[in-house]
């Protein structure tokens, strides 16, 4: 992958959609879908790597998401522990740093451990920084950022006056990691399904028509080349980034 680094999102964002629409599209179990799934993910760390990008959010299991069927539910969390067990070595080598945000006390306490041991083993990883969102949600993460200011307040430990957005931001699941610059839906939808509420403020949306299972390495070229094309205000005006630019 070519891309200008002057141009390129330090940090992008993805809703991994259309697994199961892809896998019964072919007459097949929407669990195929999702391992094929895990193939693209894979395709797209790597790709993600080799460009420069600083950070990857991939969202991979929503809170909505025990809604769904049992057996499903069921298999994404066995997949979830196979994908951990045979992506690890893989990520170590290529120097991908992994940690999972969203909460994972709902998790088996065998998948806990491994989700835990897999952080630890790539914690000395200098490259990429990959996060998984898994049993995420925006709104519990906004709403568990707002319950840790609360006992801090109760404790001393915070002044309520002195709450803002950053001493907000600072208690959200991504408080380490910059705000996503690019945020990538496939599948066709084009919304962002309670995905980084906060922290999408001010990011660049792309939507792909192509099933994740499809997304690959020219797909994600053809997302940052859009990217680059983009200008990005802040709330400034045009000139305004022009003589920031220039000075």
Known sequence: MDSDQSNLPKHVAVVMDGNGRWAKARFLP???????????????????????????????????????????????????????????????????????????SAFSPALQDKIYSVEQQTQHCTGLQLLVAANYGGRWDIVQ???????????????????SETTFTQYLSTAA?????????????QRISN???????????????????????????EAFNEYAKRQRRFGMTDDQLQTSAGS
């Open 30 to 104: 929407r669990l195929v879908g999702h391992h094929r799934g895990v193939e693209a993910a894979r395709k797209v760390i790597k790709a993600c790597s080799k460009a420069g990008v600083k950070c990857l959010t991939l969202f991979a299991f929503s809170s909505e998401n025990w809604r769904r069927p049992a057996d499903e539910v069921s298999g994404l969390m066995s997949l979830f522990m196979t994908a951990l067990e045979r992506e690890a070595e893989g990520l170590i080598r290529n120097q991908v740093r992994l940690n999972f945000i969203g909460d994972r």
């Open 145 to 163: 950022a707002t319950q840790q200011m609360c006992l801090a307040v109760q404790q001393n430990t915070l002044n309520p006056e002195q709450i």
């Open 177 to 189: 990691y910059p705000e996503p610059d690019l945020f990538i839906r496939t599948g066709g939808e």
């Open 195 to 221: 995905f980084l509420l906060w922290q999408l403020a001010y990011t660049e949306f792309y939507f792909s028509n192509k099933l994740w299972p499809e997304f690959d390495e020219q797909a994600l070229q």
